[in-house]
């Protein structure tokens, strides 16, 4: 397929476009990442750009590293995020798939009262009772994961685009005597693979970063997820915890560097995720490119 | 893909076998949910556990936040060794529970409403709302029956007493408490290298301040003679302090004269001293970035020597600043200068001094079932015994007494593991951080090692007598009094912070100052100073 | 009644026919009751002067004199304003920013670039918003980053930071700069899913890229871009308060202090906190709610795609 010139430079200023973005917003992973390698000391006292780490060493890591709740804190995400994905995605599943067929009489109204609890909401203390006096789902993983079941804002999205299937299509399979949890499982979510893998990437990055439920209702330690962990080596180490005199006078302690190197440890896993759905984004172009 | 769809389900029986695959799906779906409920576990329960038993230990709980120093080394203060040896001397058996380090209000609140309370909790708040509100319970008849220790202290200290009680003579908590010397924890520190070098005096009035701040400027080029900070985003318990406004004996809030309750900003010399600070702005003297300075800016600077004169504290600030900044040039010295007058000869009124009370303290809360005992237990560490073990920690493992002063060993001061003087201490003891019991000065003159600290600690605490005619003692509002105050006083803290940037760096010429003092008023801060002149009255009654 | 039993007799004659569609809704209807609509009682406590030892409904009856403290604040307008402007700047600019990167990245042509670009937009999305503001902070002060920047085009250097007219612009950039990435995967998912046929008959047609993308790419995201559209003007009234604390100073307050930095720093007394707070949430989220509401409506008329 032969391209115009107007395409061909169009097409060079796009990459040099978006070469730009890539150095632009490559910059804080960069700054993060020097911070989190460099000495506290010189680190405090460093302004403007930080090309590259200042007296580099694996202080602050070690220090993260050393935390004798970091490995229950990997232990209780994992869990929470791959249980809590998979339950995530099962019901806003079926909640989007039935929410976007035209035939479901109550789907407008469904519609609206679940937008209706995105703005209104009983504030912290009843669904605490709820939860902890109850359901009895205190000081346990599920008090992070059931109450977060089904996102909204997820669910519309997901809606949305099971909205667009064809119709003519699932028909066609209902005809043939197909019955609507086939149709969903074995039609709509094969062809909807870019969303769930959107889904896959929302829900898990946000079960990821959790950590204010844990500070209500976990109240054994070695529950503690990541965040929660981290949160508490970075206060610990936090340049603003000074009071009257009750920090150590120990440089190490300053942990200026503390906080970047948390951030690694809290961020890095879960950026290898994004380019493993990656390929579930590609499908559309693809087979377009292939008939070429 | 239709086609290998309806092949599938004809292979299996067609129509019948899908519709009670779905249904048995969905049926899975709900009791899944359903276990997921039950499968919860059972939440934690928080009153104490275990009988008392007429012979066996006490068991009791406490709810308190972690220090971070324990924190670091200990997964609770159950494992503190005072906290061990205080179990085996008062026959008790400690359960504490910890909130996530930086969730301490939210756990509470929950706590409370879920009324799963434990026997007795470490808080620094309105006592008297807890005990309306049916939380907490009155210790007077227990105190005066089971803490003799304590109660010696109060009797002899009636200053002490008064800060304790509520306005209607209730005590509703054993208390933490600072009798000793040094009371206040942070000045303003400077770069005594650079005195020397420009053979200075250390500055005491404000007249002297200009002049060393105009020689730091010019002499040593740097960006921040005086590095200040402003609130909200720094606090005026640090480097905000209002320190160069008290030097005219007003401070930026309500305080006391003559008896009568002030409020600052709005007395005459609230205008001489902006008149003052703007001068000092425009010629360079201040740091021009001070009102968008946050701690990691503040820092910076200070470490890179671009400020001449600062507030910090002297554990946390001197303790890291002077070290790091010796690193990099062995002649840095930082001293600490005496709070700064008007005049010469004049003493300094407001001082930092922090309160022999420090408002914070354990209280029993309802559903405690031995209060008597868990009364007498706390009493301990107000005993000779326990007051050693609280601030000292165990003789001949981590003090000796020498020449009747208890010196703290190299487990403590050199630790083989590793770790800092303040996690040694946290982890054998309890002495930088409130607790139930009495701080010891001698706890303070070995815990700043360097002398420019003890010569801090010294030189701050010389005048701390003068603040009690100024500071407001801790006085106590009604729930109505208290939420009216805020009201008024949040509207006014806004407006105040934000003029007075405006006032420093010129954008509002300080002609307008009466414009000022008028909108404050019209806030209606008469209201606000009558309140806290009706809390002092009864203060004073007590 | 008759038409009320009308209504009843084609819901039950919707069941019959939907059987299936009506169970599996079930466990997601009942998780809305259970865990949404359960605890809303919590929202009187608006309407009381809630004391967490009197419990919720041991608490005094205040009905609207929070609302009554909030509006006749001193401050009132000038938070209202400014929330009201911080938002419509973002959405302004903040929201077609990512829907055009995802319309680009679908132009280009080589696979690795592609997605090594996709990868490394989206990072900044998740470094703490404290490490970005104090970047933020430290590259606009006076001998910053940006300001050296200025110095090339022969500008003046300030401290950017404290002048309220850069403040929107700072706060919106940098907000831009770190959601960009992010927020565009969501529209590269929608536009993986336009059938590649269509534009295999565009080509056959002859028609140019630029042809393509506006009768078949654009109209083919269309049903995503409006509901997300929607969903973020019901979002108008919030303004994360984490971010602009972090960022302003009482000098900025004229363009920067929003309804949400204003309640935090208002710390009222124990008792009424809690009230106040949730009587503040109510009143943003009930004009949230309406503007949905209004912009459902017009997205009806316009586009023909509705929320419900």
Redo the contacts between chains.
């Keep these: 397929?032969k391209?115009?010139i107007?395409?061909r430079l169009?097409?060079g200023a796009?990459?040099i476009?978006?070469t730009g973005?890539?150095i632009?917003?490559?910059y804080?992973?960069l700054?993060?990442l020097n911070a989190s390698l460099s000495d506290s000391?010189q680190l405090?006292?460093?302004?403007?750009?930080l090309l590259f780490p200042k007296g580099i060493t694996m202080e602050s890591y070690k220090l993260v590293l050393s935390n004798?709740n970091i490995l229950s804190g990997y232990r209780n995400t994992i869990f929470i995020v791959v249980v809590g994905t998979a339950?995530n995605l099962?019901?806003t599943i079926?909640?989007a798939?039935?929410?976007s067929?035209k035939?479901?009489?109550?789907r407008?109204?469904?519609?609206?009262?679940?937008?209706?609890?995105?703005?209104?909401?009983?504030?912290?203390?009843?669904?605490?009772?709820?939860i902890?006096?109850t359901?009895?789902?205190?000081?346990?993983l599920?008090?992070l994961?059931?109450?977060g079941?089904?996102s909204s804002?997820n669910l519309?999205?997901m809606r949305?685009?099971f909205?667009?299937i064809s119709e003519s299509?699932l028909e066609?399979?209902r005809i043939?005597?197909?019955?609507?949890?086939?149709i969903?499982w074995?039609?709509v979510v094969p062809l909807?693979m870019?969303?769930i893998?959107?889904m896959i990437?929302f829900y898990g990055?946000g079960h990821w970063n959790s950590w204010f439920s844990?500070?209500?209702y976990?109240?054994?330690?070695n529950l503690?997820p990541l965040q929660?962990v981290l949160?508490?080596i970075l206060?610990?180490?936090s340049?603003?915890?000074?009071?009257?005199?009750?920090?150590?006078?120990?440089?190490?302690?300053?942990g200026?560097s503390v906080?970047?190197a948390t951030?690694m440890v809290?961020?890095l896993p879960?950026?290898f995720i994004?380019?493993f759905l990656?390929k579930?984004?590609?499908?559309?172009?693809m087979?377009?490119a292939i008939?070429e | 893909m239709t086609e290998l769809l309806i092949h599938d389900t004809h292979s299996m029986g067609g129509r019948e076998v899908m519709k009670r695959s779905w249904r048995k799906r969905l049926t899975i779906g709900i009791c899944l949910m359903m276990s997921i409920a039950a499968l919860g576990g059972c939440s934690g329960g928080n009153g104490s556990t275990g009988e008392a038993g007429g012979d066996g230990p006490t068991p009791i709980s406490i709810w308190m936040s972690m220090n971070t120093n324990a924190s670091i080394t200990l997964k609770s203060m159950n494992e503190i060794t005072a906290i061990k040896e205080w179990e085996k001397k008062t026959n008790t058996k400690i359960e504490f529970q910890h909130p996530a380090v930086g969730a301490e209000t939210e756990q509470f609140n929950v706590m409370i409403a879920s009324n799963q309370l434990p026997d007795a909790m470490f808080v620094n708040g309105d006592y008297a709302k807890l005990f309306n509100d049916g939380i907490i319970i009155r210790l007077n008849e227990l105190i005066d029956e089971y803490a003799p220790n304590l109660k010696k202290i109060l009797e002899e200290n009636p200053e002490v007493a008064k800060q304790l009680k509520a306005d209607n003579g209730d005590i509703y908590a054993i208390p933490h408490l600072r009798l000793g010397e040094y009371k206040t924890f942070g000045g303003t520190f400077i770069r005594q290298d650079w005195l020397d070098e420009l053979k200075l005096e250390k500055p005491e009035t404000l007249e002297e301040w200009e002049t060393v701040l105009k020689a730091f400027k010019e002499k040593k080029g740097v960006a921040a003679p005086l590095l200040f900070g402003a609130p909200p985003k720094m606090t005026t318990m640090g480097p905000a302090a209002p320190t160069y406004l008290e030097a005219y004996g007003i401070t930026n809030n309500t305080f006391m004269k003559d008896g009568k309750v002030v409020y600052g900003p709005i007395e005459p010399e609230y205008k001489e001293f902006l008149t003052m600070f703007h001068r000092w702005y425009q010629e360079g003297l201040i740091d021009p970035d001070f009102a968008t300075n946050d701690q990691k800016t503040y820092d910076a600077k200070i470490l890179s020597s671009q400020a001449g004169a600062f507030f910090t504290f002297i554990g946390g600030g001197v303790g890291r600043y002077l070290p790091a900044l010796q690193e990099t040039d062995p002649n840095a010295n930082l001293t600490a200068t005496q709070y700064p007058v008007l005049n010469k000869g004049d003493e300094p009124l407001f001082t930092g001094r922090s309160w022999e009370w420090s408002s914070s303290g354990v209280v029993l809360t309802n559903s405690n079932k031995h209060p008597e005992e868990t009364v007498k237990a706390l009493d301990y560490f107000f005993s000779e015994e326990g007051h050693m073990l609280k601030n000292f920690g165990v003789e001949g493992l981590t003090y000796t007494m020498k020449d009747d002063y208890p010196t703290y060993t190299d487990e403590i001061l050199k630790n083989p593991d590793g770790l800092s003087v303040a996690q040694a201490m946290a982890k054998h003891f309890i002495a930088n951080y409130p607790f139930v019991g009495e701080d010891d000065d001698r706890y303070n003159e070995q815990y700043y090692q360097l002398q420019q600290q003890k010569d801090a600690a010294v030189l701050f605490s010389k005048y701390s007598e003068n603040t009690l005619k100024v500071g407001l003692p801790p006085t106590s509002l009604t729930t109505e009094e208290s939420t009216e105050y805020s009201k008024i006083m949040s509207d006014i803290g806004t407006y105040r912070d934000e003029m007075f940037v405006k006032f420093v760096i010129g954008v509002e010429p300080i002609e307008n100052f009466d414009k000022f003092v008028d909108q404050i008023n019209k806030f209606n801060v008469k209201r606000a100073i009558e309140i806290q002149q009706a809390a002092l009255d009864r203060y004073n009654a007590r | 009644m008759k038409e009320l039993s009308h209504k009843f007799s084609l819901l039950w004659l919707n069941y019959k026919k939907n059987k299936a569609i009506y169970w599996m809704a079930l466990p997601v209807v009942l998780y809305f009751l259970v865990f949404k609509y359960l605890p809303m009682y919590g929202a009187i406590i608006a309407f009381k002067d809630y004391s967490v030892g009197k419990g919720i409904w041991g608490s005094d009856w205040v009905g609207l004199q929070h609302f009554r403290d909030f509006f006749q604040s001193y401050y009132f307008w000038r938070i209202l304003k400014n929330t009201l402007l911080l938002s419509f700047y973002q959405l302004l600019f903040g929201f077609p920013a990512p829907i055009l990167l995802a319309l680009l990245l679908n132009e280009l042509r080589h696979e690795i670039f592609k997605r090594t670009v996709q990868t490394i937009s989206y990072i900044p999305h998740f470094i703490s918003i404290v490490v970005i503001c104090g970047m933020i902070v430290d590259f606009s002060s006076r001998d910053g980053l940006f300001n050296t920047i200025i110095g090339y085009f022969g500008g003046q250097s300030s401290a950017l930071l404290s002048d309220p007219a850069n403040f929107r612009t700072i706060y919106t950039a940098s907000s831009i700069w770190q959601e960009l990435g992010f927020s565009s995967i969501i529209y590269l998912a929608a536009l993986s899913g336009i059938n590649p046929e269509l534009y295999d008959a565009a080509n056959v047609d002859g028609a140019s890229r630029l042809r393509q993308v506006w009768h078949i790419t654009l109209p083919g995201i269309i049903p995503m871009i409006m509901i997300l559209l929607i969903l973020r003007i019901g979002g108008l009234m919030e303004i994360g308060f984490e971010k602009i604390i972090l960022l302003y100073n009482p000098n900025v307050y004229d363009t920067a202090d929003v309804i949400s930095t204003f309640v935090y720093r208002k710390g009222i007394s124990e008792s009424a906190e809690f009230s106040y707070t949730t009587a503040v949430g109510l009143f943003q989220s009930v004009i949230n709610f309406a503007l949905l509401i209004g912009a459902n409506r017009l997205s009806k008329v316009i586009s023909n795609t509705k929320l419900f």
């Design positions: 397929m391209r115009s107007g395409e169009f097409g796009n990459a476009l978006m973005l890539i632009v917003t490559l804080p992973l700054h993060v000391g405090m006292a460093h302004r403007g750009l004798p339950l099962l019901f079926l909640g798939y039935t929410l067929r035939s479901f009489m109550l407008n109204p469904i519609m609206l009262a679940i937008v209706f609890t995105m703005f209104f909401n009983g504030g912290i203390i009843p669904s605490y009772l709820l902890n006096n359901l009895h789902m205190g000081n346990s599920w008090a994961i059931v109450p079941l089904i804002y519309i999205i949305t685009s909205a667009e299509l066609s399979a043939d005597g197909a019955g609507e949890m086939l969903l074995r039609i909807s870019p969303v893998a959107v990437l990055v844990a500070i209500l976990i109240r054994d330690r503690f929660l949160r508490e206060i610990q180490n340049t603003d915890s000074m009071t009257t005199g009750a920090t150590a006078m120990d440089k190490e302690a300053i200026e906080k970047y951030v809290a961020t879960i950026l994004y380019p990656q579930y984004f590609v499908k559309g172009v087979i377009g008939k």
